[in-house]
């Protein structure tokens, strides 16, 4: 049963695969293919889509990580801000202040 399939595949991949080579227009899958023109406004879309498909991912990691990279650095430097500053008006009781 399974040598029979095998035969049948390599029987049939050939015949496609020559179809494929002797008929072009059926290996037309894209617009690149099918136009072949530099200014062709079909194959532009095509790359523009590409382009815009390939540049998104990166995009969003892209401001992920710069959030991330802008909360980090104000998280760090909050503490120092913190430290710099001093109380303009202490209001607690010190004993030694209060000569009792």
């Given at each position: ?52 498909l390939m540049a998104t ?5 892209g401001s992920i990580a710069g959030w991330l ?32």
């Amino acid at each position: 049963m399974v040598i029979e399939m095998k035969r049948k595949i390599l029987t049939i991949f050939p015949y496609a695969f020559l179809a494929l080579i002797l008929v072009p227009a059926l290996a037309g899958a894209c617009s690149v293919c099918v136009t072949g023109g530099d200014n062709d406004p079909t194959s532009n879309a095509f790359n523009w889509s590409v382009l815009f498909l390939m540049a998104t991912p990166y995009t969003v990691v892209g401001s992920i990580a710069g959030w991330l990279f802008f909360k980090y650095r104000r998280a760090a430097a909050k503490p120092r801000e913190e430290a710099a500053r001093e109380p303009a008006l202490h209001l607690t009781w010190n004993e030694e202040e209060s000569g009792r």
